[in-house]
């Protein structure tokens, strides 16, 4: 069963450059952990010192891993000081998923 996690983080808007850095060093860490589809964290459009993380998981016990690994308690230590609130995190556990797939015919001027 696939798990995916939605987080919102509030930074501190004059420390924004040092989250920015940690949050694009640990996104390109958690990547690669086992089980781990997807990991982004984007910035919202509206309040640039607002993060949101997106996080796809093959199932429970490998978001479980990533959550219990060394270099997740390393990245919530880092977090120190670079944050106004506490972070926001809902996990949801999916039985399914479907991708739209665009029906209507090709355009020719679209072919290679």
Do not use: K, N
Request: with cysteine; net charge negative; aromatic share 10%.
């Amino acid at each position: 069963m696939a798990v995916i996690a939605v987080g919102e983080m509030f930074g501190i808007s004059g420390r924004r450059e040092e989250l920015t850095t940690l949050l694009e060093r640990f996104e390109r860490w958690a990547t690669g952990e086992p089980g781990c589809r997807r990991y982004a964290f984007t910035a919202a459009l509206a309040d640039p010192s607002r993060f949101l993380l997106l996080s796809e998981w093959e199932s429970q016990e490998a978001l479980d891993a990533h959550y219990r690994s060394d270099a997740f308690a390393d990245f919530q230590l880092s977090l120190d000081g670079l944050l106004a609130r506490p972070s926001e995190l809902t996990v949801y556990s999916l039985e399914g998923a479907l991708r739209p797939v665009d029906t209507r015919p090709m355009d020719p001027r679209d072919a290679d």
